[in-house]
C-alpha cells in the first residue's frame, strides 16, 4: 500500500503550527510516555510551550514564563539567533558529508582540536588526549567505562557516589545509585560500588578493602547537578585525582553538567585540581539544539581500546555528524567568545545571595539553598512536618518539590526537577540571560516564596482536586490517561 497512513501528520501542520495543544498533549499521552505527560498536566506543567525569546517561553493561553528549566542544556536558551543564523548558513553552505562516520569530516576535525586544546588549556596533560563523540551524555558515559576498562583488564570494581547521576542506560544506571531507577533492572553491569560522596577517607578506604589492583575507575560529578546541586569540601577533588594516581584508577570526571561553564569554569574538575584521565561533556555542547556528547581521553587510554585493527570496537552511527559537530563548535565558539563561565559565575553569585535572602525570609519553606555559578538549589521543608514511616516519606518529599514547581510555573518560572534528589528544585537560567530578565526571575521567585511562607502552604495553596489526582497518580497502576483540555 502506498501513501501516508490514516491520520498521519504532516511536517508543514507542526511548522505552521496548526496542532492545538490540546490535540499535542493528546498524541503524546497516547504514544508517548503517557504517564510522565499525564503527572505534568496534573500540575499544569506540560505545555507545549513556544518561544518567545530565548529566555522566555509561552503557553497556548498566552501566558509567558521565564524559562530556569532546560537541565543545564541550554546554554542560550531556546532557539538562540546565534546559532539559528548559523545554521541557516549551515544549511545553505555545507557540503561536506552529513554522516562522515568512518571517513574524516572537518566539522568533526574541528571540534575534536578545540575540545582538546581547551581542557589543555587548563590540563596541560591533556594536550595529545583524543575524542569520542556520540549524541548524549549516558552515551559518553558508556564510552568513558569501556575506555577504563580495556585500560584496566583484569580488573572489576567501578566506584560512583552517593547521589551521583551518570544517565539511565545500562553501564551509566549501574553508577547512579537510585533504587527508583536501578531495581526493576538488576542485575546491573556488575563491580559497580557506591561511596558517600565528599569523603576522601570514605573512599581511600574503600579502595584499601576492594583492593586497589582490582579498581577499574573513579567516577565523579565534580558538583553533583541531579542530586540536588552537592559541591564536594575542598581538597576532596583534588584528593581523589591523587589517590587514584598512586594506584593507577582511572578518574572520569563527569563534567556533563557542570562543564563549558554551567559552574563558572570551563571545567569545574580542573578548577578543584582534579587532572581526570577522562572527561565526558554533553549538554551544553549541542547549545540547546541538537544533541552532542563527547568523551575526551588520555592519548594512551583511546589507543588501547581504540588501537589499530580495534579501531571499531567502539563505534556509532551518528555520533561527529556535520550538523550535530556544526553546532557543537559554534556553542563553544560562543560560549569563549563571549566568555559565558565568567558570567555564570559573576549572575550565579547575585542568584544564590538572592536563594540565601529567601531562606533567611522563609526558613519555613527553605531547608537549604545552595549553587555555585547558574546550577542553582531549593531544597524545601517537607509539606508534612510529622515524622513519617520510609515510603510514604519518600512520597511526600517528592510531592513537595512537584508543588514546589507548581507553584512556581504559576508565579512565571519554570524550574527542573532533581532526578536523584526529592524536594529540591533547580534553576539553571541560560548562562546569557540578560541581567533585567534575571531579576524579574527572582522577584517572581519572591513573590512565589510570598505566596508559600512555609512549605505546607505548597499544598494548602494547591486545589483540592489536583493534590487528590496526584494522590490517586501516585497510587495508581498505570492506566490509560485523558488530558486536560488546557
Ligand atoms: C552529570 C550527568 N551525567 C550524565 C547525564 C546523562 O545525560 P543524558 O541525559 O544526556 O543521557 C546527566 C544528565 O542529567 C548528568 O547530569
Known amino acids: 500500500?502506498?501513501?501516508?497512513?490514516?491520520?498521519?501528520?504532516?511536517?508543514?501542520?507542526?511548522?505552521?503550527?496548526?496542532?492545538?495543544?490540546?490535540q499535542v498533549r493528546t498524541l503524546e499521552l497516547q504514544h508517548g510516555n503517557e504517564e510522565l505527560l499525564y503527572g505534568l498536566d496534573l500540575i499544569g506543567v506540560a505545555g507545549p510551550f513556544s518561544s518567545v525569546t530565548p529566555w522566555e517561553l509561552e503557553d497556548?493561553?498566552?501566558?509567558?514564563?521565564?524559562?530556569?528549566?532546560?537541565y543545564s542544556a541550554t546554554p542560550f536558551g531556546e532557539m538562540?539567533?546565534?546559532?539559528?543564523?548559523?545554521?541557516?548558513?549551515?544549511?545553505?553552505?555545507?557540503?561536506?558529508?552529513?554522516?562522515?562516520?568512518?571517513?574524516?569530516?572537518?566539522?568533526?576535525?574541528?571540534?575534536?582540536?578545540?575540545l582538546v586544546r581547551l581542557l589543555a588549556r587548563e590540563l596541560p596533560s591533556h594536550q595529545d588526549?583524543?575524542?569520542?563523540?556520540?549524541?548524549?551524555?549516558?552515551?559518553?558515559?558508556?564510552?568513558?567505562?569501556?575506555?577504563?576498562?580495556?585500560?584496566?583488564?583484569?580488573?572489576?570494581?567501578?566506584?560512583?557516589f552517593n547521589s551521583g547521576y551518570h544517565g539511565k542506560t545500562l553501564g551509566s544506571l549501574s553508577l547512579t545509585p537510585n533504587p527508583e531507577y536501578q531495581d526493576v533492572f538488576r542485575p546491573l553491569v556488575p563491580g559497580a560500588v557506591t561511596c558517600p560522596y565528599g569523603d576522601l577517607d570514605a573512599l581511600s578506604a574503600l579502595i584499601r578493602?576492594?583492593?586497589p589492583d582490582k579498581v577499574t575507575c573513579v567516577v565523579v560529578e565534580p558538583i553533583q547537578g541531579e542530586g540536588g546541586v552537592n559541591i564536594p569540601p575542598e581538597g576532596f577533588l583534588r584528593g581523589l585525582g591523587e589517590l587514584c594516581r598512586r594506584h593507577g584508577i582511572v578518574v572520569i570526571a563527569d563534567e556533563?553538567?557542570?562543564?563549558?561553564?554551567?559552574?563558572?569554569?570551563?571545567?569545574?574538575?580542573?578548577?578543584?585540581?582534579?587532572?581526570?584521565?577522562?572527561?565526558?561533556?554533553?549538554?551544553?555542547?549541542?547549545?540547546?539544539?541538537?544533541?552532542?556528547?563527547?568523551?575526551?581521553?588520555?592519548?594512551?587510554i583511546y589507543k588501547k581500546m581504540l588501537g589499530g585493527l580495534s579501531s571499531k570496537r567502539h563505534s556509532n552511527t551518528f555520533g561527529g555528524g556535520a550538523l550535530a559537530m556544526a553546532v557543537g563548535l559554534r556553542s563553544l565558539e560562543h560560549l569563549i567568545e563571549t566568555d559565558l563561565p565568567r558570567r555564570s559565575l559573576e549572575l550565579g553569585e547575585v542568584g544564590l545571595r538572592h536563594l540565601q535572602s529567601l531562606r533567611a525570609r522563609y526558613p519555613?519553606?527553605?531547608?537549604?539553598?545552595?549553587?555555585?555559578?547558574?546550577l542553582l538549589a531549593m531544597q524545601f521543608q517537607p509539606v508534612v512536618g510529622i515524622p513519617l514511616p520510609g515510603p510514604v516519606k519518600e512520597l511526600v518529599y517528592e510531592g513537595t518539590a512537584i508543588l514546589a514547581l507548581r507553584e512556581l510555573h504559576q508565579a512565571g518560572v519554570m524550574a527542573n526537577l532533581s532526578l536523584s534528589s526529592k524536594r529540591t528544585v533547580?534553576?539553571?537560567?541560560?548562562?546569557?540571560?540578560?541581567?533585567?530578565?534575571?531579576?524579574?526571575?527572582?522577584?517572581?521567585?519572591?513573590?512565589?516564596?510570598?505566596?508559600?511562607?512555609?512549605?505546607?502552604?505548597?499544598?494548602?495553596?494547591?486545589?483540592?482536586?489536583?493534590?487528590?489526582?496526584?494522590?490517586?497518580f501516585a497510587a495508581s497502576k498505570p492506566k490509560k490517561r485523558t488530558p486536560s483540555d488546557g
Not at 541557516?88 to 574541528?110: C, D, G, I, V, Y
Not at 552515551?139 to 583488564?153: D, N, Q, S, T, V
Open 209 to 211: 578493602r576492594l583492593g
Open 256 to 300: 556533563i553538567q557542570t562543564g563549558l561553564g554551567r559552574t563558572g569554569h570551563w571545567f569545574e574538575s580542573a578548577a578543584h585540581g582534579l587532572d581526570p584521565d577522562i572527561v565526558t561533556l554533553a549538554k551544553p555542547l549541542g547549545g540547546g539544539l541538537v544533541a552532542v556528547g563527547a568523551t575526551i581521553v588520555r592519548h594512551a
Open 364 to 374: 519555613r519553606l527553605l531547608q537549604e539553598v545552595r549553587g555555585q555559578g547558574l
Open 129 to 160: 588526549s583524543q575524542v569520542f563523540f556520540c549524541s548524549s551524555g549516558t552515551e559518553a558515559i558508556e564510552g568513558a567505562l569501556k575506555f577504563a576498562r580495556a585500560w584496566r583488564p583484569g580488573t572489576k570494581y567501578s566506584i560512583s
Open 80 to 114: 538562540p539567533l546565534v546559532l539559528t543564523d548559523f545554521l541557516k548558513e549551515f544549511l545553505e553552505k555545507n557540503r561536506a558529508m552529513t554522516l562522515p562516520q568512518q571517513s574524516s569530516s572537518p566539522w568533526r576535525a574541528a571540534l575534536e582540536a578545540n
Open 426 to 472: 533547580r534553576l539553571t537560567p541560560a548562562l546569557d540571560m540578560p541581567r533585567d530578565v534575571f531579576e524579574i526571575m527572582f522577584g517572581r521567585v519572591d513573590t512565589f516564596a510570598a505566596r508559600n511562607p512555609a512549605s505546607r502552604n505548597l499544598l494548602t495553596n494547591t486545589p483540592a482536586g489536583v493534590t487528590m489526582s496526584l494522590a490517586k
Open 1 to 22: 500500500m502506498t501513501g501516508l497512513p490514516h491520520g498521519f501528520i504532516r511536517s508543514r501542520d507542526v511548522l505552521e503550527d496548526r496542532l492545538t495543544g490540546a
Open 60 to 70: 497556548e493561553q498566552g501566558v509567558r514564563r521565564i524559562n530556569a528549566s532546560g
